[in-house]
Structure formats: structure tokens, C-alpha cells
């Protein structure tokens, strides 16, 4: 059931977590969803128009949008990380889309199609579909969740680690050979 994209940072993350319990999935996702949001900064690099006498390309239309969003969530600095990111993945897509047509389609086009892949891989030990399918949003969210991973490795947000597994309990490994249990 899709809800409201608009949500606080905790609530859009225990809603994904709950698809994301696996650690081999949480594994996956830390190749696959940045090597997405770059196939798609790639892609969309090659569109440039001009805005008020600045260069711009919808790349960095979607990342200011996306770090808009991020920084209204209410959790500064987890919005502030993922910007961060995001706009580093963008300053490394933008100089693919000055190459040939077939190199900046192969970095795109193979870029996204590789992190899907990798992104259902992790699902499959997940035994459960992305987040997506059910709310769209999780598309945005997947990025946020990624870069609060990390930071929670790094010892940041205690609190928000805790309310999350609080809603949607701890990692695990699910049993392949007793997938039901």
C-alpha cells in the first residue's frame, strides 16, 4: 500500500528495512543501488539544457530535486550523507556523457541493467520482493538506506537503528534449505 512520499526519515526507513532484513540482501544493495543511481545520473547527463544563463543537465535536476526531498525528511544529517553521496556518484557520471554514444550507453544502460541484477539477487536471499512493487517511493528511499547502513556501521544513529529493528526486528540470514522457517 503506497503512502504519502512525504513521510519522516525514521518511518520510510522501517518501511524499508522490513523488506531488507536479510544481510546478504543489505550486502547486495550497497553495489547495486549506487551502481543504479549512477547508471541513471550517466543516462541522464547527456540531457542539457540551459536554465537562466546556467549549463544544466537533468542529472543535476533530479539530484537537487532528490537532495530537496532528502533534507525535508527530518534527519539532517542522514539527508545531508545521502546528498553527499548522490552528488559524488553525479560528479562521476557527468564526464561518461561527454564520451561516444556506445560508451555512454554502455555505462547507463549496462550500469543500470548490472545493479538490478545484483539488487535481485539479494532479493532471492531476502525471499521477498523490493520495496518498490509495494510503494514506489521506495526507489528514493533505497539510497537513504543505503548511506543510514553505512553510517549505522560507523556508530551513528543508535537510536535510529534501534527503532527500526524495534518495528521490524534485527538482521538475520535467512535458512535457505528451510526457506518457511
Do not use: C
Request: aromatic share 12%.
Amino acid at each position: 500500500m503506497a503512502a504519502s512520499p512525504f513521510r519522516p526519515a525514521i518511518d520510510l526507513m522501517a518501511q524499508y528495512a522490513a523488506y531488507h532484513r536479510d544481510r546478504r540482501n543489505i550486502a547486495t544493495h550497497f553495489v547495486g543501488i549506487p551502481l543504479i543511481v549512477f547508471a541513471i545520473e550517466v543516462l541522464l547527463a547527456r540531457a542539457q539544457f540551459e536554465l537562466g544563463g546556467m549549463a544544466l543537465s537533468a542529472a543535476t535536476l533530479l539530484w537537487a530535486a532528490s537532495t530537496l526531498w532528502y533534507l525535508t525528511r527530518g534527519n539532517l544529517v542522514l539527508g545531508l550523507a545521502v546528498s553527499v553521496v548522490n552528488g559524488a556518484l553525479l560528479a562521476a557520471a557527468m564526464p561518461l556523457a561527454l564520451g561516444s554514444t556506445s560508451s555512454w550507453l554502455a555505462w547507463g544502460v549496462g550500469g543500470f541493467v548490472i545493479g538490478w541484477i545484483i539488487q535481485f539477487i539479494g532479493h532471492y536471499y531476502e525471499g521477498r520482493k523490493p520495496a518498490f512493487v509495494d510503494d514506489l517511493v521506495g526507489l528514493l528511499v533505497g539510497p537513504m538506506f543505503v548511506v543510514g547502513e553505512a553510517l549505522f556501521a560507523l556508530g551513528w544513529g543508535r537510536e535510529m537503528l534501534a527503532e527500526i529493528e524495534r518495528r521490524v526486528g534485527p538482521t538475520h540470514l535467512r535458512d535457505l534449505a528451510h526457506p518457511a522457517a
